[in-house]
């Protein structure tokens, strides 16, 4: 099968969700390819920052009715037994990826856009248009915003630098039934990871961490992991054994990379996690999906009107924009990552957190953003 589109957007996460919504507001023709079907239990931490509220609002969306929490107040816990406390400055909100991207799919059906369930295995571009091959069509776009997540085959036929990297981080997470403030995400620190919990709808509270595989390899399950290395974290320790999993088993990925990619390759917009993913530790990983969406798919409507003369100054516009409004929160990102890798170092960060509480304020502001503003 042979199918033409304008825009093509490949993967249906947060990112690729939002851009679709956008586009189709701004009365573009966009079809979505997504390989997996709705609702999905994702990986995730599942803390959504408050950036995205004025943004969400305007693409006529109402999060409200879906239930999530209010999370105002950020605790973060050494492996050493030290803790502090905070107000986030502007706060976020819990809700599960099982039901935030199952209701930005149901609006994109009820508006009409189109969505195919299929994999994307190659992308090519060729006489100023792309062709995207799935195993049952070939796709002909003049456009391609790429939106399919952390790593994909794609990424190794477009011979992707960060591919080639080791990717040495493992990531686990379940839902939970267990005594948890709503208005809190905590982040607990451990031996080579750390572990977030929060509260999303329906009570559940979302445990996840991430965790270096080496140090995961050497134990046995992981139950055993968690109880060898997590709960050597007295909070942690005191959270799992006060948790009952709502989950049969749960969730992992690994091959987390960290690594710097391009927003702009062969010439393909890259969105969310596809141009960069931010240590999770910073919390605000769907923010940028959603940040990146709507600037691709602002520039994108300028492109198709003319207001941007050329695909040239289109991609040339879009790195600009994407570095002004991501480059250092990803920096920031690598920097407390490795930070907080090093036993040593982490003991010394986080007395000198607890000594000069405003710092954990201004490394906060350094990996969030403002709330996302619209201009068109
Ligand atoms: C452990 C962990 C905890 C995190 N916690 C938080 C948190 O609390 N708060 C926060 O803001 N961020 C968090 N993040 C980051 C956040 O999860 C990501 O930044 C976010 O999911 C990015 O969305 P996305 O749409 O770019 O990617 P994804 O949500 O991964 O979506 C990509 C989509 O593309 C599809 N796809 C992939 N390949 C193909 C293909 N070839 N063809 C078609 N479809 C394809 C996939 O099925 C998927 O649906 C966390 C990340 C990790 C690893």
């Known amino acids: 099968m042979h199918t033409e589109t304008k825009i093509l957007i490949i993967g249906g996460g947060l990112a690729g969700l939002t851009a679709a919504l956008h586009l189709n507001k ?21 803390y959504i920052s408050n950036e995205v509220i004025p ?19 950020l605790l973060f816990t050494s492996n050493l037994g030290k803790s502090i406390q905070t107000k986030l400055p502007l706060g976020g909100f819990g809700l599960s990826r099982y039901t935030i991207d199952h209701y930005l799919y149901t609006e994109l059906i009820r508006r009409k856009v189109s969505i195919v369930h299929d994999r994307v295995v190659e992308i090519n571009f060729t006489n100023n248009q792309f062709t995207a091959v799935t195993p049952n069509n070939t796709f002909v776009a003049t456009y391609i915003i790429g939106a399919y ?14 591919i080639n990297k080791q990717s040495p981080y493992l990531a686990v997470k379940a839902h939970y039934k267990a005594d948890f403030p709503n208005n809190l995400v905590s982040l607990h620190n451990f031996e080579g990871g750390y572990c977030g919990v929060s509260k999303v709808e329906n009570d559940r509270v979302n ?7 080496e140090r995961f390899k050497k134990h046995k399950n992981l139950l055993a992991f968690q109880e060898n290395i997590l709960y050597k974290n ?19 990925i690994s091959q987390i990379s960290f690594e710097r990619k391009e927003p702009v390759h062969n010439h393909i917009l890259m969105i969310g996690d596809t141009a960069g993913l931010i240590h999770p530790l910073c919390g605000n990983g769907m923010a940028m999906a959603i940040h990146a969406a709507k600037i691709a798919s602002e520039l994108l409507h300028q492109r198709i009107e003319g207001h941007i003369s050329s695909r040239e100054a289109l ?24 930070l907080l890798r090093n036993t040593k170092s982490e003991s010394l960060a986080i007395n000198v957190m607890i000594k000069i509480p405003f710092l954990l304020n201004i490394i906060i502001k350094q990996t969030h953003g403002k709330p996302i503003t619209i201009s068109s």
């Open 26 to 46: 701004m009365g573009l023709i966009v079809t979505l390819i997504e390989k997996d079907t709705y609702p999905q239990h994702k990986v995730c931490g599942e």
């Open 55 to 73: 943004y969400f609002k305007w693409l006529g969306l109402d999060i409200e009715s879906l239930a999530p929490t209010f999370i105002s107040d």
């Open 149 to 162: 997540g952390k790593r994909s085959a794609v990424d190794i036929k477009l011979n992707r630098s960060f």
């Open 207 to 213: 445990i996840c961490y991430l965790a270096s595989y």
């Open 234 to 252: 007295k909070y942690l320790k005191n959270i799992f054994e006060n948790a009952t999993s709502l989950f049969d088993a749960p969730l992992t």
């Open 315 to 338: 991609e040339k516009s879009y790195i600009a924009h994407w570095n002004r409004e991501f480059k250092s929160r990803l920096k920031m990102g690598r920097i407390l990552s490795s």
